[in-house]
C-alpha cells in the first residue's frame, strides 16, 4: 500500500491558483499594452518625421521665391537676411541652408557659418536638373530659385531639418501618457486580482475545507456554493451529492453493523448465502450444529467433505433442493415470505427457514 499523502495545509503564495492566474493576466495586460504603445511609437515618430519633410518644402520653396532677385545681383546682405529669418522663424527644426548661382557658385546664405558641403551639392544637383532634390531620411531639400516673369533660372537654395527636438517632445509626452497608462494599469490589475480572489481563490478554498470535512468523515456540515451555476457550482454540487452518498453509506455501515453483531451472536443457527445459494456467512451457533451433524449432513451435502460451511452450494444440499427452486421461481424477488423444510438428520429433526434479503430496490 503506498504511503499516505504529506498533509498540505497551505499552499504557497507563489504556487496558488491566484497567483498564477493574477500573473498571467498581468503579463497579458502588459503585453498588450506593450505592443499597442510600439506600434503607436512608431507611427508617430514617421508621421512627425513626414511633418518636418512637410514643413521643409514649405520653407525652402518660401526661401526660394524671396530669394531670386538677391541671388540674381549677388546681393550677398539681403540673401543672408532672408534666410536668416526664415531659419529663425523655423528654429529648432531647421539646421542650416546653402545657396549656389546658375554657375553653381557657392553664395554665403548664412553669416557667421560657412555653408556645408553636402547641401551645396544638392542645391547644384538641383540647379541642374531645374527641380527639386529631396532626401527623405536626412531631412534635406533643395529647390531651384528663378526670377522674372520668365522663370529665368538663377540658382538654387538648400536647407537641412532635424526631427530630434520635435520627437523629444513626442517622448517626454508620451512617457507621461505611458506613466499614466502604468497607474490605470495597476489599479485594473488589482480589481481583477480582487475579483479572481473573490470568484474562484475564496470559493475553492471553501471547497478545499469541504473536501477535508467530508476526508475525515463529516458528512453533516453542508457544501458550500452549489447555487453557483458555473464550474465552482458544479463542483461544489457533485461534492454535496458525494457527501450525501457518503452519509448514506456511513448511516448504513452503522445500521450493518449493529445487524451483524446481533446476527453473530445470535443464539439461533443461522446462515448466509449469495445470489448463487453459496454460503458465505455462518454464525457460531450454526457453525456447532453443522459439527455436532457433520456426518449426516456430509451424506446429503457433498460441499461439507472439507468440514467447512463457507463456499457451500446450498443448491446441492438434497433436502433443500425443492425450496431452493421454490425460492429461485419467486422467494428471492417476490418479498418476505419465509420457505419452511423438515430435515430428518439421524434421530434429530431440523426445521429450516429460507428468507430473501432484499435491498433497497427490492432485489
Known sequence: MSEPAKKLDRVHPMR?????TALVVAFCAVGVVAAIEVINARSAQARLHQAIMTRATEMTD???LQLGG????????A???IVASVLENSRPDAVAAAAVDAAGTTLQAEQDQPPEPE???FARAAAEKGAPVVDQNRLIMATPVTFGGDSLLVGAIATRWTDEFILADYRASALQSLLAGLVALLCALAGASFLLYKLITAPLAGLGRSME???QGDYDTGVPHTVRRDEIGLMATQLEALRAVLREADEAAHETAFKSAAFAGSSASLMMVDRDFRVIFANPACEELVKANLAELAKVWPDLGDQTLIGGDLRNFQPLRDAVAQVERGGLRGGSETVNEMVQMGDRLLRISLNAALGQEGR
Request: aromatic share 12%; charged share 25%.
Open 119 to 121: 547641401l551645396i551639392e
Open 79 to 81: 540673401l543672408s537676411e
Open 70 to 77: 538677391a541671388i540674381k545681383f549677388k546681393n550677398h546682405d
Open 16 to 20: 496558488s491558483l491566484f497567483f498564477k
Open 62 to 64: 518660401l526661401l526660394a
Open 213 to 215: 470535512s467530508v476526508a
